[in-house]
């Protein structure tokens, strides 16, 4: 008996050392991959972008920036959307560095954000390149290049971090990043402020002004804005939905305050030691609107990722008033896609700060303007 069942154990060894195979992660494209795909987008509240003129608004209030390349990573000729999410943008300079090291050759990226007015025929109707978190990587000619790249997006897909297929039509890796996952990966590896700087605007997060143009309605906006019909109406003391060309609409930010008012109310010098969470706020948010920044509250408050909860009291660094900090001064030329928003975002500051440091009345800057970036020192 003892012969008969050693026998089965040694048949059954090889099927049980390869069942967990079976559900590991892998590089065939799937549905169960594309909802997850759609599930993420959903729980990270990023609108789809429905056509040129969304990609433009997403650019303006910094949830995509232009992706222009470096010298580990090209984007390809012709890509006439070359923006993506911040979180996209710090997964691609990572990944090319090491992709370059691995095997001596650039990484090339031939898509990123497409609108809905842009998809190919063959695109699946639960694809999210018009949210700006999808990428499409080619197929290296090189079986070291493909076979090192193939590896480390399995890798990552098994930690939940993104979603990677091999499609054959045309030949290219389609890569989609989960935000908020891969920003705590990073901030395991190399502390919050990485993370934090890369991180895109959420839904509600936004706020600012806008002037309204010819053919707008308050829903497009809302929908432009990643916000809704009533918050728009409520924040700009609208009875019905009539609007009219040239209106300066105040965009609401999370909580349904304003983050315009907050920031012009709430320098960092008169800042609250400290602040309760409220529903819906988030660690930008919170920064945002109290004249601080996320690194600064993750570092006050022994954070280690963005997490933070409803009725959870965070600690708020006083500014200059306190006499903690100097303040020091760096510049900056402004490069073709960027914004006030996305410039502050990667210099730890706020664009109010900008505007107050620059003269800005406004905040409109240009290719090659030269901005003065104050950040704070020990």
């Known amino acids: 008996m003892d012969r008969i069942l050693r026998f ?30 759609v599930r993420a987008a959903r729980d990270h509240g990023f609108p789809y972008a429905q056509n040129d003129a969304d990609v433009r608004a997403m650019l303006e209030r910094g949830a995509l920036v232009r992706i222009d390349g470096d010298a580990n990573h090209v984007v390809k000729w012709g890509v006439s959307q070359p923006y993506a999410r911040p979180e996209v943008e710090l997964f691609l300079e990572r990944l090319a560095a090491q992709y370059r090291g691995a095997c001596g050759k650039r990484l090339v990226v031939t898509s990123l954000v497409r609108p809905k007015s842009r998809q190919p025929r063959n695109a699946s109707e639960l694809s999210v390149h018009p949210t700006g978190m999808a990428m499409d990587l080619r197929v290296s000619e090189y079986a070291s290049c493909r076979r090192w790249l193939e590896g480390a997006l399995v890798g990552l897909e098994s930690r939940g971090v993104l979603e990677a297929a091999r499609e054959r039509y045309p030949p290219h890796y389609h890569v989609v990043l989960f935000p908020d996952a891969y920003l705590d990966y990073v901030a395991k590896k190399t502390g919050p402020q990485v993370a934090a700087a890369h991180r895109s605007p959420r839904l509600g997060e936004t706020g600012g002004s806008y002037r309204v143009a010819r ?20 924040a700009n003391g609208l009875r019905g939905s009539s609007i009219r060309v040239g209106q300066v609409l105040t965009i609401p930010g999370s909580g349904g305050g304003t983050v315009a008012v907050a920031a012009a109310t709430t320098p960092a010098d008169v800042a609250p030691a400290t602040y309760r969470v409220q529903r819906g706020d988030t660690l930008w948010s919170i920064a945002k609107r109290l004249g601080t920044t996320t690194a600064s509250l993750q570092s006050v408050n022994g954070l280690r990722g963005s997490s933070i909860k409803p009725g959870q009291v965070l600690r708020v660094e006083t500014g ?59």
């Open 215 to 234: 053919g707008d309605s308050l829903w497009s906006i809302a929908r432009r804005f990643g916000t809704t019909t009533s918050a728009l109406a409520s």
């Open 320 to 378: 200059a008033g306190a006499g903690s900090t100097a303040v020091a001064e760096a510049s900056y030329r402004v490069r073709r896609g960027d914004n006030l928003w996305s410039i502050a975002r990667r210099h730890g500051t706020s664009p109010r700060t900008l505007q107050r440091a620059n003269g800005l009345r406004s905040s409109q800057i240009k290719p090659g303007q030269v901005l003065r970036i104050p950040t704070t020192t020990r």
């Open 8 to 37: 089965v154990l040694v048949l059954a060894l090889p099927s049980l050392l390869a069942a967990p195979a079976l559900e590991a992660a892998s590089l065939t494209p799937s549905r169960p991959g594309l909802l997850r795909q």
